[in-house]
């Protein structure tokens, strides 16, 4: 996913007034768009806060500004990021690498599974959570198109594709991946590729799943959960997110189930439990130890229809 937005963002920076700002991360790899545009990478060095202020003060100057850093990195300047941009609004786009758990092995100071409920809580922010390198490529531009604050949820590299290379990208447009009237599974992210797994090892048990990929978490497309539950009537609702379940994609459905729909429908969030991961190790193995591999998402998915 980093090589696809790198890609993205190298076209985009055409445009002049693009500005690229790196905490000290990523200079080497941010290499095209530097030898493209001299003097419009600007490495501010570990200073988060400082660097959010420059992207605030960028972009009341009219620039669009990309502010690339290790995702958990970006809490640091949290204060600046809600009082600096969002609440005046101005058009900066953070670029989250390493999301989830991407950086296993580095334990939890680079772990980013608090990141949705962060940004969620921030008024006019737009969240953008691609699951592959064609969807991130096509994420980019769209977040640079997208007037006001948006956080792109990126993953790290090696990421295979999903979607093949017809794939149209719209911001809030659910993308259903796989038809099916029993399980429905709303995921994003990473966390994609192992929920059509599951949904896989539940079609050799005769379940019928469909599999939704929600790229835009928010503004959120809540007229899909509708659909699901009027019209394709599906008998159970699954999320499954590489973040804390607290606050998340899967609190964002739950709140729409609860607040605006008059339904009686079996729903479950599958996700990171209220807690620290402190185990280190490469992404497969993470995901089994907390329960994110698509054997245990089939799993609990199960388990959840026969308790119905």
Same mark, same amino acid.
């Given at each position: ?31 095209d ?8 990478l600007?490495?501010?060095g ?17 620039k ?13 300047a949290?204060e ?10 101005l ?9 989830g ?16 409920a ?15 390198? +064609?969807?991130?490529?096509?994420? @980019?531009? &769209? ?6 604050? !948006?956080?792109?949820? /990126?993953?790290? #590299?090696?990421?295979?594709?999903i ?5 149209k ?6 993308? +259903?991946?796989?038809?099916?009237? @029993?399980? &429905? ?5 990473r966390? !994609?590729q192992?929920? /059509?797994?599951? #949904? ?20 959120f497309?809540?007229?899909f959960?509708d ?6 009537? !599906? ?18 459905v ?6 605006h ?21 490469s ?9 994110l ?16």
């Amino acid at each position: 996913m980093r090589n696809a937005f790198i890609k993205a963002l190298t076209e985009i920076g055409k445009d002049e007034s693009v500005v690229l700002l790196i905490n000290d991360t990523g200079q080497f790899i941010l290499r095209d768009f530097d030898t493209h545009y001299p003097g419009r990478l600007i490495n501010i060095g570990i200073a988060e806060q400082n660097m959010i202020g420059l992207a605030a003060g960028l972009a009341a100057s009219g620039k669009t500004v990309f502010v690339y850093g290790i995702a958990s990195f970006l809490f640091r300047a949290y204060e600046q990021i809600k009082v600096d941009v969002c609440y005046p609004n101005l058009n900066v786009k953070f670029v989250g690498v390493g999301a989830g758990l991407a950086y296993g092995t580095m334990g939890i100071t680079h772990h980013a599974t608090e990141d949705i409920a962060l940004f969620r809580a921030l008024p006019n922010m737009t969240i953008i959570s691609p699951c592959d390198p +064609i969807e991130t490529e096509q994420a @980019t531009v &769209a977040a640079y198109h997208h007037p006001g604050p !948006v956080y792109l949820r /990126l993953g790290l #590299a090696g990421e295979s594709n999903i979607h093949s290379s017809d794939y149209k990208f719209e911001l809030s447009r659910p993308d +259903i991946l796989k038809n099916g009237n @029993t399980i &429905a599974f709303i995921t994003t992210g990473r966390m !994609v590729q192992p929920t /059509l797994l599951a #949904a896989e090892i539940l079609e050799k048990r005769n379940f019928s799943t469909m599999v939704v990929n929600i790229h835009t978490i928010k503004p959120f497309p809540a007229f899909f959960i509708d659909h699901l539950v009027y019209s394709v009537i !599906v008998a159970v609702i699954v999320t499954v997110e590489e973040h804390n379940t607290i606050g998340g994609l899967g609190s964002t459905v739950a709140e729409h189930l609860t607040d605006h729909l008059d339904c009686d429908i079996a729903f479950r969030r599958i996700g990171i439990e209220d807690q620290f991961c402190t185990v280190y190790g490469s992404w497969p193995y993470l995901q089994d130890k907390l329960g994110l591999s698509a054997q245990h998402i089939a799993q609990k998915a199960s388990e959840l229809l026969e308790g119905t």
